[in-house]
């Protein structure tokens, strides 16, 4: 009496739920970025303190860290003082990409903190950052000289971070 | 206090479900009549103690009781009075307890609307919403609480996200959830059903009116998230293919896959296990939505408080009901097979042709949206589908189906004169393309294929099912069109606007798609962008301080031929509690564009970044998805039969 197609309904729901059971145990934010190995997107803004403008080409020459953050942030005063400790070695460069903040606020915030930005591109809106495919701050991008974003970190960066991925990139 | 209340009244709800859905195993203890009266009172009871509990949390915002958590975390005193109601289904605790709400008012719908459904059926519907509705309260009791409390008191709440401080968002999420939540009744019909064995015609033609219900719902709902996209996101796009909107869309596309199974499995009674399935299917869709919603376990642009543990809950059940139901149907949906014969040539084949393109949809999009899941569970690397994937295998689907739309409204039952057919549509078309051809050749100048596709299907959609409107029209030789066009039959007139709508939404798609301009300028005071055959003039930023937020107001004038045409007012407005920046674009609409101006960032000296852009055509989307909400409309209000026509 059992209709032979009737079994594939059930059958195609266990291989879907086979697959929806494994994705529970895993952490969706480790889905790396799909710029990895694409020049970073195209940007115009102007930067946080002098107003200047600052577009992508700006950032050229050089391998950069770019530290997507916001005097909102939790994480981001967690992974500051690293920040200023990388900063110190004058081993990379750092820019920051100040992420749905207010200008006075996040100002404030670097006053007290500390600056170890070499240039922060302002993005209220946060139009940038989701050119970026950022999440949520803090994320750090690791990007190549020719503009190649080559690694991309979501949440507070540490010493793990510096010896793994940074370190090899600048002895190279 | 009201914690107290709250829990209780959820706690007895949560014991009733129980009793309503152990019901089913007292069929052989208990007359059918007693069983009948139980689980209409039952279900009414429910319904009444949950709108108090919905009711007491309300209170609880208008009042700001901060001793609960929930409201702490989503509301503050100087919040407006129309969003501190609407906060309460601002987050996960309160949405999930609109949910079972909703949920549970269309159980206590089925038996009050049972018309002259048999018993027994109408008694096994209630019993299993008896679990689903158990379920529900169970979650929120155990884990998504609106009622917990928060101690110490706050002195204030931490606020309401600014982005869901819209109108838009007051109605969104219940029309959407009255959509996805009315899914529930072809399910526990289905199953019922299949534990019945056995249908009749009667029963489908009642089981429709519910679907087409929950379709119209569903349908408003997505579109007023589209609308609130639009206006309030500042980026000019109104659907981003995200998880969560595709979670709202699958069932969406299921559920009118069984919209026109259902006519089919009614006037015919073919496919009804097909319809069946499909039932099972809309609702697992639905389940499945809030699952991946609730659990974070896709990342999306929705910020809702994600908690795997939750996931893993809805998870269990879900995998529970759809199991359960899916394997009673491999085991029963034989029963329902009828012996009726189709030709290829009729409209039951076309409309099995649309059934199976809309589900080959639904599993592209599920297909997309899992993606991510499926390469990482299967070690092949994270790979998310972005964007072009879904537009270009969605345009290659829907393309067929909006072709088949006028074959279905002008074929008939059983067997269609095809030559004549063929004849007459043919010609239709080719008018419609020559119409296209003429357009995008001597006035949009512009040579894009898909376009010249998508936009002859458009208009050879609208020709057709407008002709055979006025064709019915004529036909029934009244002589007052007011009374004539009242006495059309209602399942005609719906099925026509739906499909206009359908033609209008892809003129408004396309066009806006592929010719709108942007442009991204520095303006200082008195300069002008010139966009089209309008330009614009920066007059300044002045300061707003509102109750919750304080904004710049940019001022800006458009004059078309150096006539004034309209100021515009975009807003950028900071929240005071989270800190949010807002942009609140301005925007003026026609029916043939919309001019869209959206505040920037402030440079030195007075000039701003300031976005416009000109979107031709694009209100046609909203007016064409009115024409489909219409046309739903008269499919659940309209008479049924063919009266008073000659």
Redesign the interface.
């Known amino acids: 009496m059992i209709h032979k197609l009737s079994v594939l309904p059930i059958s195609i729901f266990l291989v879907i739920l086979y697959f929806l059971f494994s994705g529970l145990s895993k952490d969706p934010t480790l889905i790396p970025s799909p710029l990895i190995g694409k020049p970073v997107p195209e940007f115009s803004s102007t930067t946080l303190f002098e107003k200047k403008t600052i577009t992508n080409t700006d950032l050229l020459g050089e391998t950069y860290l770019l530290n997507v953050w916001g005097s909102w942030c939790y994480g981001c005063s967690i992974e500051h003082d690293f920040i200023m400790d990388i900063n110190s070695k004058k081993t990379i460069k750092i820019y920051g990409l100040n992420y749905k903040d207010k200008r006075f606020a996040a100002i404030n915030w670097l006053e007290k903190k500390g600056n170890p930005y070499k240039s922060i591109i302002f993005d209220d809106t946060g139009s940038i950052a989701i050119d970026f495919g950022v999440y949520g701050a803090p994320e750090t991008f690791l990007i190549n000289d020719e503009g190649i974003v080559i690694h991309k970190h979501i949440g507070p960066i540490d010493q793990a971070y510096y010896k793994k991925i940074i370190l090899p990139v600048i002895e190279k | 206090m009201i914690t107290e209340v709250g829990n209780f009244i959820l706690s007895i709800s949560a014991t009733l479900s129980l009793c309503m859905f152990s019901v089913i195993f007292f069929k052989k203890y208990v007359g059918i009549n007693s069983r009948y009266t139980f689980c209409k009172i039952i279900s009414l009871t429910i319904s009444f103690l949950i709108l108090v509990s919905f009711i007491l949390l309300a209170y609880a915002f208008l009042t700001d009781d901060f001793s609960l958590r929930y409201v702490a975390n989503n509301s503050n005193i100087s919040l407006d009075t129309i969003y501190k109601f609407s906060a309460v289904w601002g987050a996960h605790e309160g949405s999930i307890l609109l949910w079972v709400l909703v949920l549970s008012v269309w159980a206590s719908c089925i038996p009050i609307l049972s018309s002259n459904m048999p018993k027994n059926i109408i008694i096994d519907m209630l019993s299993i919403m008896g679990i689903l509705i158990l379920f529900f309260l169970t979650f929120i009791l155990f884990s998504s609480n609106p009622f917990d409390r928060i101690f110490p008191i706050p002195l204030n709440g931490r606020d309401l996200n600014p982005l869901l401080q819209d109108p838009g968002l007051i109605i969104h999420p219940p029309m959407l959830y009255i959509g996805y939540v009315g899914t529930s009744v072809p399910f526990v019909f289905a199953v019922a059903v299949l534990l019945n064995g056995h249908i009749n015609t009667e029963w489908i033609s009642w089981l429709r009116k519910w679907v087409v219900t929950s379709w119209v719902f569903l349908t408003i709902g997505i579109s007023l998230g589209s609308w609130w996209a639009y206006h309030e996101l ?2 000019g796009g109104w659907w981003f293919w995200d998880p969560v909107e595709n979670a709202s869309f699958m069932p969406w596309l299921a559920i009118t896959a069984l919209l026109h199974s259902l006519i089919v499995s009614e006037k015919r009674e073919l496919f009804i ?1 097909w319809t069946i ?1 499909l039932a ?2 809309t609702f ?1 869709l639905s389940l499945l939505g809030a ?1 991946l919603v609730r ?5 999306s642009v929705h910020a809702f408080a994600n908690d ?1 543990e939750r ?2 809950y809805i ?1 269990l059940f879900l ?1 529970l009901v ?2 359960l139901s ?2 009673l ?3 029963k ?3 329902l ?1 009828s012996n009726n014969q189709y030709s290829i040539t009729s409209k039951e084949f076309i409309l099995l042709l649309n059934n199976l393109f809309l589900t080959i949809t639904t599993f592209s999009i ?1 297909l997309g949206t ?1 993606y ?3 390469t ?2 299967l070690d092949l690397g ?1 790979i ?1 589908v ?1 964007a072009p994937y879904f537009n270009f295998i969605f345009s290659a689907l829907m393309l067929p189906i909006v072709f088949l739309m006028s074959f279905a409204i002008y074929s008939s039952w059983s067997k269609t004169n095809y030559s004549y057919l063929i004849k007459k549509l043919g010609l239709l078309l080719f008018y419609s393309v020559i119409i296209v051809y003429i357009y995008m050749n001597f006035y949009l100048q512009s040579d894009i294929f898909v376009v010249f596709l998508a936009l002859s299907l458009a208009i050879f959609t609208i020709f057709s099912s407008s002709i055979k409107i006025l064709q019915f029209l004529y036909n029934s030789g009244c002589s007052n069109i007011l009374k004539s066009i009242f006495s059309l039959p209602s399942s005609m007139v719906s099925n026509i606007f739906a499909h206009i709508g359908i033609g209008v939404l892809i003129i408004g798609i396309t066009m806006s798609n592929y010719y709108s301009i942007q442009k ?1 300028v520095v303006m200082k005071k008195n300069s002008q962008v010139t966009i089209k055959d309008t330009s614009i003039k920066f007059i300044g930023v002045k300061n707003k301080i509102s109750n919750n937020y304080a904004s710049q107001v940019g001022i800006f004038d458009a004059y078309k031929n150096n006539n004034y045409l309209i100021s515009f007012f975009p807003e ?1 407005r ?1 929240y005071n509690i ?4 807002m ?1 609140e674009a301005a925007i003026n609409s026609t029916l043939t564009r919309d001019i869209y101006v959206a505040l ?2 402030s ?2 000296n007075d000039s701003w ?1 300031v976005r416009i852009y000109y979107k031709p055509y694009i209100q046609l989307l909203w007016y064409g998805v009115g024409l489909m909400i219409l046309g739903g409309l008269f499919g659940i209000f309209g008479r049924n039969k063919l009266e008073n026509i000659k």
């Open positions: 500042g980026w296990n399935l099972i299917l697992s699952f659990s974070g376990i896709l990342v795997p996931g893993l998870l995998s759809i199991g899916l394997a149907y491999f085991l949906s034989k029963l097979i599920l899992l991510p899941l499926i990482s569970s994270k998310s972005g991204e950028k900071t989270q800190k949010n920046i942009t920037g960032e440079l030195s970044v």
